[in-house]
DNA sequence: CAACCGCCCTGGGAGC
DNA sequence: TGCTCCCAGGGCGGTT
């Protein structure tokens, strides 16, 4: 389930490979994703990919023509493959530079492709203007925290999720940022102290850190580009834990739905 | 605006 | 063995 971490670690990936390579063909396989993916991305054929950035979870692969914005949704990854190799089920559209290609491959078909025309500035489009801000930035501090929680009366686990304060925190890093923060998932995001705010910011970013070094977290679907495994999933405190031990006080790590959503905390560590 | 809910999609697992 | 049902969940759109 691509997050933050999985986004990055993508990121990483096209970077290392196919930055300063030119983009020599692009084949789309299936163009109904999330959305229909517009026929302008096929504006960037021929030319040199600039830079690869990341913005929440949206992949911002940048041409001079404009940029290449990719969502992975909740199954998605890319793959690198031989540009002549046969499609593969559930590969959707491929980008080659030269011999080697870049495919996006997506079960669930949750993730998107859209574009951007060069002289829009990212931060304008509507898929960009509401978010909140990055967790590896300045602007993400306690304070920031603190501010943007006052007034909502939503559950911090969806105040998190929401992604209106700091983005990139999903469904897993939400669960493991609030158990190490000792504050349950269900208390109202207005009820949150300075304290809690300090915390739950510095753990966060910790989470975050840790998981882009494991690789991510490779629970389904997702993998690097080159097919690697993220392996922060065997390292999780109550994700994907309910009924299992704590990890710290052995008490049994509880499973709750909030929003149509799982969360995971334990009762004895998560008392706040 | 906030809160809430339904929806999109497929594979995998549980239960019968 | 195969069917049916349910669940995973990010983000958007509609309603209250």
């Known amino acids: 389930m691509p997050e933050l971490p999985e986004v990055e670690i993508t ?65 998605g990854a890319l793959r690198i493959v031989p540009a002549t190799s046969a499609w593969q089920k559930h590969e959707h559209i491929q980008w080659s530079f030269g011999d080697l290609a870049m495919r996006l491959h997506d079960p669930r078909r949750f993730g998107s492709v859209d574009f951007l025309v060069a002289g829009t500035e990212h931060a304008r489009h509507p898929r960009l203007s509401h978010l909140g801000v990055e967790p590896f930035s ?59 705010c300090a915390k739950l910011a510095e753990v966060i970013k910790a989470v975050l850190r840790e998981a882009v070094e494991a690789g991510g977290s490779s629970l389904r679907d997702f993998s690097g580009i080159d097919g690697e495994l993220g392996h922060f999933q065997n390292q999780t405190f109550v994700y994907d834990r309910q009924g299992l031990d704590c990890r710290v006080c052995k008490t049994s790590v509880r499973r709750i739905v909030q929003n149509q959503r799982s969360s995971f905390y334990c009762p004895e560590c998560q008392k706040k």
């Open 11 to 75: 990121r990483l990936g096209v970077e290392s490979r196919f930055v300063e390579k030119c983009l020599t063909n692009i084949e789309i396989r299936q163009p109904m994703l999330r959305w229909p993916i517009p026929e302008a991305v096929k504006q960037v054929e021929g030319l040199r990919l600039e830079s690869a950035q990341r913005r929440s979870k949206y992949l911002l692969l940048n041409f001079s023509a404009g940029t290449v914005m990719i969502h992975l949704g909740m199954s």
């Open 138 to 196: 300045e602007a993400f501090t306690a304070e920031h925290l603190f501010k943007c929680s006052r007034g909502r009366k939503v559950s911090v686990k969806a105040f998190l999720l929401q992604g209106h304060a700091v983005v990139g925190v999903g469904n897993i890093y939400a669960s493991e940022s609030l158990f190490r923060a000792g504050i349950r998932p269900g208390r109202s995001a207005s009820r949150l102290s300075r304290a809690d």
